[in-house]
T-cell receptor, first 114, second 105 residues
Framework: DAGVIQSPRHEVTEMGQEVTLRCKPI?????LFWYRQTMMRGLELLIY????????DSGMPEDRFSAKMPNASFSTLKIQPSEPRDSAVYFC????????????FGPGTRLTVL | GQSLEQPSEVTAVEGAIVQINCTYQ??????LSWYQQHDGGAPTFLSY????GLEETGRFSSFLSRSDSYGYLLLQELQMKDSASYFC??????FGKGTRLHILP
């Protein structure tokens, strides 16, 4: 298996632009997680899906952020409009049905908003 | 609320043993996970403790005491490649701020 795939790996954009991050989870995993990591705030959960249904989106900062999972093999995280404070590394992770156990992280997308 | 506390940095010598502690405060506790993250990389799963006691996986071991809301990660025979950040996590989605491990030759 190729593991969790994220694209793009790096994104540089200007304030006010729309940004879309993409994730393909590991085949057969039924949970998908979006995290944001910064030096100041550490690793924060933004949203997670179980069987394609959003379960907890309490970590989504504000209405500028939205996430979708139209099917079991694809998810997007969109920021519109983007702001400099959104600059961070965004990780997607997926997990199986083993309860409160491991999850597998993608390589991350490093987002820079100028 | 829910929180995890771990030291921000730990320094040890190559070949030695180091322990990284984690205390947690959470409702509905199921277990404690540990992840490793190298600079510029993604977190990778190391271990999970659902029950009290020590779990050993090669050079790494993880311990949990549910009554003390405390756990630790033990790294033995330290190698330079173990230089990384280590995170404890609860409820699968709540992570500590991480402990940066520096290894001296």
């Amino acid at each position: 298996d190729a593991g969790v795939i994220q694209s793009p790996r790096h994104e540089v954009t200007e304030m006010g632009q729309e940004v879309t991050l993409r994730c393909k989870p590991i085949s057969g995993h039924n949970s998908l997680f979006w995290y944001r990591q910064t030096m100041m705030r550490g690793l924060e959960l933004l949203i997670y899906f179980n069987n394609n249904v959003p379960i907890d989106d309490s970590g989504m900062p504000e209405d500028r952020f939205s996430a979708k999972m139209p099917n079991a093999s694809f998810s997007t995280l969109k920021i519109q409009p983007s702001e400099p404070r959104d600059s961070a590394v965004y990780f997607c992770a997926s997990g199986g049905t083993s309860g409160y156990n491991e999850q597998f992280f993608g390589p991350g997308t490093r987002l820079t908003v100028l | 609320g829910q929180s995890l506390e771990q030291p921000s940095e730990v320094t040890a010598v190559e070949g030695a043993i180091v322990q990284i502690n984690c205390t947690y405060q959470t409702s509905g506790f199921y277990g404690l996970s540990w992840y490793q993250q190298h600079d510029g990389g993604a977190p990778t799963f190391l271990s999970y403790n659902a029950l009290d006691g020590l779990e050993e996986t090669g050079r790494f071991s993880s311990f949990l005491s549910r009554s003390d809301s405390y756990g630790y990660l033990l790294l033995q025979e330290l190698q330079m490649k173990d230089s990384a950040s280590y995170f404890c996590a609860v409820k699968r989605i709540i992570f500590g701020k991480g402990t940066r491990l520096h290894i001296l030759p």
